[in-house]
Each structure stands twice: as structure tokens, then as C-alpha cells.
């Protein structure tokens, strides 16, 4: 009968592609695990990794059994709290998120996640989407959620998508705010806020302008999309944003977006796991709290979008 314990160990180096760093996120050693590993091998007959130099490969086999060690450790998870209320269970979850989303809906899912969690200990990571991604990938973190171009579901397991406008906005006061079509070529030639260049919203904007023969030179790039918001309702600047990130403004009579013909740009927003991941009651607790949040008062804003 296969082990509970290897199939984990399987799935841990199966998602870092190490087996030393699948060792010191376990607490065994490196010889423990490789020897896991070996007996795994055994027991299903094939081999389940490829040991190319430094490296560390699934097999087909390897690739084919991931699902269904997935589901033997989530459901052994399971079963061992299973007589456990929510109030009572205990352990770590490690998430990411974006400095626009966190700033939106950081405080809701964390203050209703404690009060139903208690004894779990949340770790916060915020960063820009590519670099979440890579955390993800090596195992640094449990799930996230990231701004962008869809991710493949052939490494990822997506837990919920949604597809959201990204808008240009100025204040108020701005001599743009009461036209009724602005052409880029107007756009480019006013004090521009951007994302980070890694954003892929502000590549797409870059790409969209580049096809029509436009260039762009911000005067600043942020990571945060609040402070870009505040900049904005105080200077005679535009910035390209989210629109769950400005909406509130917008409605508050701070804000207004400007109507750009010319550029109809969106991103997803995904919560994420790495295929390679158990899933945790603790962890569907977290993701449950989030998508919560996510249709209450995220889809909500962007109904406004109409």
C-alpha cells in the first residue's frame, strides 16, 4: 500500500523540482526524502523523476500521477481533521496577492479568515504578479491572488477568474476630464502615471501605443495602485489602473475615467494554486473567504463598468 507521507514528499518535490529544498520545507533530510522518493518508485513500478545534472524532472508517469496523489493527500488531510471544527484547526497557509487587490480586499478576508480560524497562522505576501508566480512555482507559497494575462491551466489549478476593465483616469480639475472621446495621441502627451514595467497591463498599453505609432515617457512607476489613485485626485495627472481599484473615486466625484476609443484593455484577475499542491481545509477555508469578497464586492464594482 502506498504511503501517505512519500506521496506527499512526491508532490513537494514534484512542485520545487529539488530534492534538497523539498527536505527543508518537509523537516527531513535529504537522504529521507530520496529515499521516500526511491520507495515510491518502487511500490508504482515506474519511474517517477528524470535526474538530469542539478535537476529534477517529472516523468509522463510522474506528470500522470500527480491528480491522484493530489487527491489521496487532500483527502488524508481531510480525514485527520475531520472531528476538527474550524475553531479548532491550527497550521500555517502562505498567500500572495498584489498591492492593488490587497489594498480592495486585504482587511475583509483576513478579519472574517481569523475569526473563523483562529489558531491559523496567515503569512502575507504582496509583490507584483510575476514574482508571486515564481514563489508559487517553487513552493514558497500556497495560492495567490495575481492581476495579468490568464495563466495555463496545464501548470496551474485556477480556483477563480474574472476579467476586469483597466481604465485611464485623471481628477476632476483635469482639462481632459470633460471631453467625450480622447484619441491616444492626446493621452501621450500628458503626465502619465504607470504600473511597473512588469505589469502586464502597462505592456499592453505600451504595445497598443507602439501600434500606432505612439510613444509614452511616465514620469513615475509605482507598484501600488493606491498611491497612484492618490497622486491622481491630487495633481493634474493620468494613470492607467484597474477599475476595482478606482471605482469608489469615480463614484465619490474625485475621480473620472477618461473615454480612450482607442484602447479597450483588460486583465484577469485569477486565484491560483500550483498543480503540485495539496489542498488544506485550511487552505479551501482561505479560498472560500476570498471568492466571498471577490463576488460580493468586486463583481459588484464592476457591474458599474456595464
Not at 27 to 38: D, E, L, R, T
Not at 116 to 133: C, H, I, K
Not at 244 to 261: D, E
Request: charged share 20%; proline share 4%.
Amino acid at each position: 500500500m502506498l504511503e501517505i507521507r512519500n506521496l506527499n514528499t512526491f508532490l513537494r518535490v514534484a512542485a520545487l523540482q529539488n530534492f534538497t529544498k523539498a527536505a527543508e520545507e518537509l523537516g527531513y533530510s535529504q537522504s529521507n526524502v530520496s529515499a521516500q522518493i526511491k520507495q515510491l518508485e518502487q511500490e508504482v513500478g515506474i519511474a517517477l523523476f528524470d535526474r538530469i545534472g542539478r535537476g529534477v524532472y517529472l516523468t509522463s508517469y510522474g506528470e500522470a500521477l500527480v491528480p491522484y496523489a493530489q487527491r489521496v493527500v487532500s483527502s488524508a488531510i481531510s480525514l485527520e481533521n475531520f472531528m476538527k471544527s474550524d475553531e479548532l484547526l491550527e497550521g500555517v497557509i502562505r498567500f500572495g496577492m498584489t498591492n492593488s487587490l490587497f489594498e480592495l480586499l486585504s482587511e475583509t478576508v483576513l478579519l472574517n479568515y481569523h475569526q473563523r480560524f483562529p489558531w491559523v497562522q496567515v503569512e502575507l505576501m504582496l509583490d507584483a504578479t510575476a514574482s508571486l508566480e515564481n514563489l508559487l512555482r517553487h513552493g514558497k507559497l500556497d495560492t495567490a491572488c495575481l492581476i495579468g494575462d490568464p495563466l495555463p491551466r496545464t501548470e496551474w489549478r485556477i480556483w477563480k477568474e474574472i476579467q476586469v476593465p483597466i481604465v485611464l483616469v485623471s481628477n476632476r480639475e483635469h482639462p481632459l476630464a470633460e471631453r467625450k472621446q480622447i484619441p491616444l495621441s492626446q493621452i501621450v502627451e500628458q503626465e502619465l502615471i504607470l504600473m511597473e514595467e512588469s505589469a502586464p497591463y502597462s505592456r499592453r498599453f505600451e504595445e497598443t501605443l507602439s501600434a500606432s505609432g505612439l510613444t509614452c515617457r511616465p514620469f513615475l512607476r509605482l507598484q501600488s495602485a493606491d498611491s497612484a489613485r492618490r497622486l491622481v485626485e491630487r495633481g493634474d495627472f493620468l494613470s492607467l489602473l484597474p477599475l476595482y481599484s478606482v471605482q469608489a473615486g469615480i463614484q465619490a466625484g474625485t475621480l473620472c475615467r477618461l473615454p480612450v476609443p482607442e484602447w479597450r484593455g483588460t486583465q484577469y484577475i485569477q486565484v491560483v494554486l500550483h498543480r503540485g499542491k495539496a489542498i488544506t481545509p485550511q487552505i479551501t477555508g482561505f479560498l472560500e473567504e476570498l471568492n466571498a469578497i471577490l463576488d460580493g464586492i468586486l463583481n459588484e464594482q464592476l457591474l458599474a463598468d456595464g
